[in-house]
C-alpha cells in the first residue's frame, strides 16, 4: 500500500515533458523554441510574460511525496513564466549571453515536435474526452505534421510543422503557418474540454481563434511566423508552453487521479 501511494504521487507527464524556460524561450524538454531575437529586444524581454490565470481546481489536495500539483501550478509556474528579470538585471553580461545565442531551426522544429507528441499523448489518456475535431495531429519528432480534416470525403491533407531559412520549398513558410495554426486549434480543444470539466479554470494566455480568415492569437500575440517577428513570435511560443503546463497539471488532477 506503501508502494502504490507513492507511485500516485508521481506525474509522468510532467516528467516526460519537461516545460522550463532559458533567457526570453520557453523550453521543452531542453529544446528552445523561437527564433531569434535581435539585440534590441533581448535587453527589453523582462516584462509581460506570466499572464494571469487561475489553475481552479488543479491544485493537489494531496501535497508532499514527489508530486505536489498545487505548488507546481501556484508557484513555479507562474513565476517561472513571468519573463525573468534576468534579461534586465543582472549586468551587461547576461544581456550578451542571450544575444549571442541564435536558436537553429533544427531545435525550435524539435521542440514543436515534443509539443504534437505532449497533446497526443492528452488526447490518448484514458476518459479525457478530447477529440480533435478539425485537425489531425502525427507526432514525428523535428519532421511532425499536421493534417487538415476535410468535411466532403477527401484524405486529410498534411502541412509541415517544420521550417529553415535554408529550405528552397517555395510554400514552406505558408504551409509552416499553416501546421502551427492547426496545431493550435488542437490546442484549443483541449483547452475547450479543460473549460467544461472545470468552469473556474482560466488559462494564463488566451487562445482565440477567430471565425473565417482572421488572425489566431495566444495572450494577444499572432502566432503566424512571418521572419521579421522574431521577439513577437519567440514570445507567443512561450506563452503557448505556459497554457500547456498548466494543462499538464489539469489533466494530472482530473483525469489521472
Not at 494531496?62 to 513555479?76: E, R
Not at 509556474?77 to 533544427?106: E, H, L, R, Y
Amino acid at each position: 500500500e506503501a508502494q502504490l501511494a507513492a507511485l500516485r504521487t508521481l506525474d509522468v507527464t510532467n516528467d516526460c515533458f519537461h516545460i522550463w524556460h532559458r533567457g526570453p524561450y520557453g523550453t521543452i524538454n531542453g529544446l528552445r523554441l523561437g527564433t531569434d531575437i535581435s539585440p534590441a529586444s533581448s535587453l527589453s524581454a523582462g516584462g509581460g510574460g506570466g499572464g494571469q490565470g487561475s489553475a481552479g481546481n488543479a491544485s493537489s489536495d494531496g501535497g508532499g511525496g514527489a508530486f505536489d500539483l498545487s505548488s507546481m501550478v501556484a508557484g513555479a509556474a507562474a513565476s517561472f513564466f513571468s519573463d525573468q528579470n534576468t534579461s534586465s538585471s543582472g549586468g551587461g553580461n547576461n544581456n550578451i549571453a542571450f544575444v549571442s545565442f541564435k536558436v537553429p531551426w533544427s531545435e525550435t522544429n524539435a521542440a514543436l515536435g515534443h509539443v504534437v507528441l505532449l497533446l497526443s499523448v492528452l488526447q490518448a489518456k484514458a476518459n479525457s474526452g478530447i477529440v480533435f475535431k478539425t485537425h489531425e495531429l502525427i507526432p514525428l519528432g523535428a519532421c511532425s505534421k499536421v493534417g487538415v480534416r476535410h468535411t466532403d470525403g477527401r484524405a486529410t491533407t498534411e502541412y509541415g510543422l517544420f521550417y529553415s531559412d535554408e529550405s528552397f520549398s517555395f510554400f514552406g513558410k505558408r504551409n509552416f503557418n499553416t501546421a502551427l495554426g492547426g496545431l493550435f486549434y488542437c490546442l484549443k480543444d483541449v483547452i475547450n474540454v479543460a473549460a467544461r470539466r472545470d468552469r473556474t479554470l482560466t488559462l494564463p494566455h488566451e487562445v482565440i481563434i477567430p471565425s473565417g480568415r482572421g488572425e489566431i492569437t495566444i495572450g494577444g500575440l499572432p502566432i503566424a511566423f512571418d521572419g521579421s517577428n522574431g521577439e513577437s513570435w519567440s514570445k507567443a511560443m512561450k506563452y503557448l508552453l505556459t497554457d500547456l503546463k498548466w494543462l499538464v497539471a489539469f489533466t494530472t488532477k482530473h483525469t489521472d487521479r
